[in-house]
């Protein structure tokens, strides 16, 4: 008989046991469930507001369609004709409206495109006249864009001395940045 009131009494702390350790992880469980979410911040930086929004076919901040990045510094200007124009030729004093995305050559990667904003750039084909930059362009894009038709779309890939030099222009360029445009030439003036 002592053995059957010691496997009874072992049952019920078995018993006891069993049903105290499934409503223990019941209980947290539900605590766990009921309790507001962690806020890590990252909701907060991933969300716009109500007036911003994101354009996937955005360019700045990606590769350069069709461009391999270099390591060996550009030597000279190079021009491709990628779609060969049919309308006016462009000559140096023109006044150009184009398209156009940058990027640096080193690592392809896309630093200003006006098609980001829909917006092309319109600007005389000439080398600015003052110290101070004015309104002309890089000589890469004066040298390059000659002899290139409406219509048409040139890559310029240009060695950091006809770009923006030993100095660059910070913070998008650095120094002696090589640069590479895909120019799509819509008027000439």
């Known amino acids: 008989m002592a053995k059957a009131s010691q496997r009874a009494a072992a049952g019920l702390l078995a018993a006891v046991f069993f049903f105290t350790s499934v409503g223990a992880t019941v209980y947290v469980?539900?605590?766990?469930?009921?309790?507001?979410?962690?806020?890590?911040?990252?909701?907060?930086?991933?969300?716009?507001?109500?007036?911003?929004?994101?354009?996937?076919?955005?360019?700045?901040?990606n590769p350069l369609q069709g461009f391999a990045p270099r390591s060996a510094a550009v030597a000279s200007l190079e021009t491709t004709d990628l779609v060969v124009g049919t309308g006016a030729v462009a000559t140096e004093g023109s006044s150009i409206t184009a398209h156009y995305t940058g990027a640096l050559v080193s690592n392809g990667i896309v630093f200003e495109s006006s098609l980001d904003s829909g917006s092309p750039f319109t600007a005389n084909l000439e080398v600015p006249s003052d110290a101070n930059g004015g309104q002309g362009l890089i000589s890469g894009w004066v040298e390059g864009l000659q002899g290139m038709k409406v219509g048409g779309t040139r890559r310029l890939v240009i060695p950091y001395a006809l770009a923006y030099g030993e100095a660059g222009s910070p913070p998008t360029i650095p120094a002696k940045a090589d640069l590479v445009f895909d120019i799509e030439l819509l008027d000439v003036q």
């Open 29 to 61: 469980i539900w605590q766990i469930n009921r309790e507001e979410p962690v806020a890590t911040g990252l909701e907060e930086a991933n969300t716009l507001s109500s007036d911003e929004t994101i354009d996937p076919n955005a360019l700045q901040g």
